[in-house]
């Protein structure tokens, strides 16, 4: 085998990811530009703000309850080792907030919404329901891309203040509970620490995030193949593509807002 038939893959494969960059680019600039261009589809973005941002309050919820508990007996763990248990209240309220808040909920989110968003609209596809919009002069990416984008920029933003809140609780849960912390003391260490950037930069993490769930479920919905099997692969690539894009724009985001 030629020496040089690796890198000829190699290098189609890196042609074909930017191709799919810039596509989802110009897909996401597409969809921004109808914005503030009439016709609004209001009942459908309230539907979509009612899927997207309180059906999926308990998944991100019941993560963020575990994962406060389990993050404030990891630190507890960690810090008893230094004689410094005392962080834990602070620590968690940082993580929380800064990190693991606007990061699980954005995962959960996706798994649950950028599957459904591409299922939903590539089956549209597969059923010629979107030609049948297209033939009564709607446009597709205003009907049903806009809302759903739209609704999930506001959404997840607020699951990830309430993700932070209820994760928050669950560290102070297991502090009075297991670890033996006084409850007011606490709660004042978690006041005290926790500053409003820590919360804010997490809420526009989650408006990133939420952008990027919606675009990428309605992007592999409206490209979707023909057939079932088509619909399951653009389901399975909108949720692995968003998945591994809000990983990577979050460490992005922190780096832009909390380097030296």
Known sequence: MSLSAPLASLGRTVLALLAVIGRVTLFASETVSHLFRPPFYGREFLNALLQIGW??????????????????????AGGARFSAEAVVPSIVAIGMARELGPVLGGLMVAARVASSIAAEIGTMKVTEQ???????????????????????????????GAG?????MGGYLVGITRLDFNAAAY?????????????????????????????????????????AQGVGRATKTAVVAASVMILASNYLLTELFFSA
């Open 187 to 227: 709660l004042k260490n978690t006041a005290d620490f926790l500053q409003p950037w820590d919360v804010i930069s997490g809420m526009i993490k989650g408006a990133v995030f939420g952008f990027i769930v919606a675009s990428m479920g309605c992007f592999y919905g409206m490209n979707s193949g023909r057939g």
């Open 130 to 160: 979107i030609d049948a919009l297209v033939t009564l002069s709607t446009n597709p990416m205003k009907y049903l891309t806009l809302p759903r984008v739209l609704a999930a920029t506001l959404a997840v933003p607020l699951l990830v």
């Open 55 to 76: 059906l999926s309050l308990p998944v991100v919820g019941l993560t963020a309850l575990f994962t406060g508990g389990a993050l404030a007996l990891q630190i507890y």
């Open 164 to 168: 932070d809140s209820i994760g928050i």
